[in-house]
């Protein structure tokens, strides 16, 4: 197998979980933002194709990594962002670690506790919310509570997809060493409904996202820019609602998704919470609470 397009899952930015691109940021920006997705959603599909061996997934990945660095007629995606981001002056570093992450998901299919996790999250998750960040000229300073959000946002998909990634591709990114404190074993995730530990094992999980979750609930306040301050504000009480929702919800039997008609609800809150803290920051008063609603 290759090229990109035989590795294709036809996904695109409006099936993600979260929004992507969204007409809250600058309609100048749209564009780029796009442009980083593509090559991030192309990579995603090439590690996580079902049937191609791990040979060709490293085989393409390294050329995706040539294009991205100037190589020419190795990849439309990695060409398409290399010319984006030396326009712009941007660094390729944050595709780098997106690639490392693939390369990852590809030879690695259990992580043995929460700090292992963690390190993969570093690479599989930040460098999405730091290419943004830089996109819009913001400050490296937010850069702690962009990464508590985007690993709270994966830790997040890995649990609402636990039982896929097992059955798909013998992946699991629940830590084993938590597993086994519960006394679950990996096959639980093949079950029709998650067993009363395995729920256990997913609600002690939820509460350490929930701690990171808290650490970033300062993060919409602390960018410059009003519009993409109000997409994180958004971005942000999606994912507190979802944390709430695995918390009572099993994902092997339940949906854990928001319905179209859940997320317009909770991004015009979650918008809404964003834009009155602003202001009254603006007013110069002490940022008050956010994301107070229940999802």
């Given at each position: 197998m290759t090229g990109s397009d035989g590795f294709s899952s036809g996904k695109g930015h409006g099936d993600e979980n979260f929004p992507v691109a969204s007409r809250l940021i600058r309609p100048a920006l749209r564009g780029p933002v796009l442009t980083f997705y593509r090559f991030a959603r192309a990579a995603d599909d090439v590690a996580d194709h079902p049937q191609a061996n791990a040979d060709d997934k490293l085989a393409e990945l390294a050329r995706m990594e040539a294009a991205l660095q100037g190589g020419a007629g190795m990849n439309p995606e990695g060409e398409a962002l290399h010319a984006m981001l030396r326009a712009r002056g941007?660094?390729?570093?944050?595709?780098?670690?997106?690639?490392?992450?693939?390369?990852?998901?590809?030879?690695?299919?259990?992580?043995?506790?929460?700090?292992?996790?963690?390190?993969?999250?570093?690479?599989?998750?930040?460098?999405?919310?730091?290419?943004?960040?830089?996109?819009?000229?913001?400050?490296?300073?937010?850069?702690?509570?962009?990464?508590?959000?985007?690993?709270?946002?994966?830790?997040?998909?890995?649990?609402?997809?636990?039982?896929?990634?097992?059955?798909?591709?013998?992946?699991?990114?629940?830590?084993?060493?938590?597993?086994?404190?519960?006394d679950v074993g990996v096959e639980a995730l093949d079950g029709a409904r998650a067993s009363t530990a395995l729920r256990q094992v997913i609600a002690e999980l939820v509460r350490r996202t929930e701690t990171l979750l808290q650490r970033s609930r300062p993060f919409a306040g602390q960018i410059a820019d009003r519009r993409l301050s109000l997409e994180v504000g958004v971005i942000q009480a999606l994912a507190e609602s979802l944390a709430r929702r695995l918390a009572r919800r099993d994902p092997l039997s339940e949906r854990v998704h928001h319905h179209p008609i859940e997320m317009i609800g909770l991004a015009f809150r979650g918008g809404l919470s964003t834009a009155v803290a602003r202001l009254w920051r603006a007013a110069g008063h002490k940022q008050p609470g956010l994301h107070g609603s229940r999802g």
């Open positions: 941007l660094t390729d570093q944050h595709t780098l670690d997106l690639l490392e992450a693939f390369r990852r998901d590809v030879t690695k299919r259990r992580y043995a506790d929460w700090d292992e996790l963690m390190d993969y999250c570093r690479y599989s998750a930040a460098p999405v919310g730091r290419f943004v960040l830089d996109l819009h000229g913001e400050s490296r300073a937010v850069w702690p509570a962009n990464d508590a959000l985007c690993t709270a946002l994966q830790v997040i998909n890995h649990l609402q997809d636990c039982a896929k990634d097992y059955r798909a591709l013998d992946r699991v990114y629940i830590p084993l060493d938590v597993l086994a404190a519960h």
